[in-house]
């Protein structure tokens, strides 16, 4: 999928904030332990951070953990974490060994179109590279098998466009939607409005979407 860079500076998608801690200890430390495990190869670098991310870290809807996740740094401290908060743990590792890494969403739906919830993953741009490559950390279960891959997409949930999902082009430097402590929004080509709750989210897909006001 061609993304779209919300900040043109490369720049903006390796810097660090109060979300994308890179900075922070934990985050460090579990970034410099994994990029060693690779001898520094980004390539196996992302792939590793991926699979740390997906699969040892539970969504919390998976795992019933009532803990609301936000910072980088806690998603990786407690383990625990909706797809939003994942996004900020993998960008932060991705960040922390200089690869760019951003934001981007979907909107996905029930089977019949209903309920329509939005969904956070991330893209990333190994060095050399001209192109974003979307991945989704989410975590696997049955009915779902994200992988790594660079040459092709395999995302926990491919979009199903007769039904009204939707894949968002637009590549955020911060996170635009999932706030644990109150509403954010991500505005889509429709114009909707993605608002967070302030506890974990039971459907296990994202947030509940709702229309902008």
Known sequence: MQLIQEQPDLAAYLAA????????PVVHE????????????????????FEFVRDTIPHSA????TRVTWRASDVLSTRNGICFAKSHALVALLRAQGIPAGFCYQRLADDDGSSPLVHGLIALRLPGSAHWSRQDARGNKPGVDAQFTLDREQLAFPVRPDIGEVDYPELYARPACGRGEGPAGVRGPAGALAEAPD???????????????
Not at 17 to 24: A, N
Not at 33 to 47: E, F, H, I, S
């Open 17 to 24: 904030d109060d979300i994308v801690d890179h900075g922070h």
């Open 62 to 65: 998976d795992s019933g953990d």
């Open 30 to 49: 579990t970034a410099d332990a994994l990029w060693t495990a690779t001898d520094g190869d980004p390539y196996a670098y992302a792939k590793v951070a």
């Open 199 to 213: 506890g974990p989210v039971a459907a296990g897909r994202a947030v509940p979407l709702s229309p902008a006001s």
